[in-house]
Nanobody, 124 residues
Framework: QVQLVESGGGLVQAGGSLRLSCAAS????????MGWFRQAPGKEREFVAA????????YYAEFVKGRFTISRDNAKNTVYLEMNNLKPEDTAVYYC?????????????????WGQGTQVTVSS
């Protein structure tokens, strides 16, 4: 079973930046599309960004376009989320996930397993 370990979250002031990392185990990482999701208190988990297997294509939710950047390093089995100009409404637990699918499908895919996530808190 693939294991996902998210890290890099923390407390930051509005306008600040954070870089999240997701280390994935398993041989399929290098051929898998990957995505970031987030879940705020009392809300459903939502799609944030996705990247295809080789990093050549990326996709973003409208509310993070121009502020967040997803990237990956297949040699390290790691996917990243660079978050700039953070807003209080970005406060959530952030998760990564993915699999052997086209990146455009990530936002609607159903996953049985999730990592523990990493907490991002943005103060105003």
């Amino acid at each position: 079973q693939v294991q996902l370990v998210e890290s890099g979250g923390g407390l930051v002031q509005a306008g600040g930046s954070l870089r999240l990392s997701c280390a994935a185990s398993g041989r399929t990482f290098r051929t898998s599309a990957m995505g970031w999701f987030r879940q705020a208190p009392g809300k459903e988990r939502e799609f944030v960004a996705a990247i295809n297997w080789n990093g050549g294509n990326t996709y973003y939710a409208e509310f993070v376009k121009g502020r967040f950047t997803i990237s990956r390093d297949n040699a390290k089995n790691t996917v990243y989320l660079e978050m700039n100009n953070l807003k209080p409404e970005d406060t959530a637990v952030y998760y990564c996930n993915g699999g052997p699918m086209v990146a455009t499908y990530i936002r609607q895919a159903k996953f049985d397993y999730w990592g523990q996530g990493t907490q991002v808190t943005v103060s105003s």
